[in-house]
């Protein structure tokens, strides 16, 4: 039973330390390994030992856990903000600007892909955004 409770504890604190940014989950983690220490019948000093060496080892792997979860909700909140950020586009105005023969839209502060049926669209002219679909903008 006590080993559930560790888990749970140690899940409720990775879950905290991923949406906070905090140490709450290297906290956790060396609790934990002096709990581990603990059973161990050995002197204390074998027991500092296996209390380093488990939260050393430990914190190394929840760190390169936590940044590869760190880095999957970013990339999956980028893919939504960029999709939004399009959308949020369609009716403004934006300046087209003509870069090494491709039409690119200058809005926002952004320069955007783009595409047009138009063919007299000239680099530096006020165009009204039509259409966002995937990842362009049309005029």
């Not at 940044?67 to 949020?88: F, M, N, P, Q, Y």
Request: glycine share 12%; hydrophobic share 50%; aromatic share 10%.
């Amino acid at each position: 039973m006590t080993l559930e409770i560790i888990i749970a504890i140690l899940v409720t604190a990775a879950v905290i330390d991923v949406v906070s940014d905090g140490i709450i989950g290297y906290i956790a983690i060396a609790i934990t390994s002096g709990w581990i220490a603990s059973k161990f019948t050995v002197d204390w000093q074998w027991m500092a030992l296996t209390w380093i060496g488990c939260t050393g080892a430990g914190a190394v792997a929840y760190f390169y856990c936590i940044a590869g979860v760190r880095k999957g909700v970013s990339k999956l909140e980028g893919k939504a903000h960029w999709k939004d950020t399009g959308s949020g586009a369609v009716g403004e105005k934006a300046k087209a600007r003509i870069i090494e023969g491709t039409l690119m839209l200058e809005w926002n502060g952004d320069l955007w892909p783009a595409e047009s049926d138009r063919t007299t669209i000239l680099d530096g002219d006020v165009v009204t955004i039509t259409a966002f679909e995937n990842g362009k903008l049309s005029v």
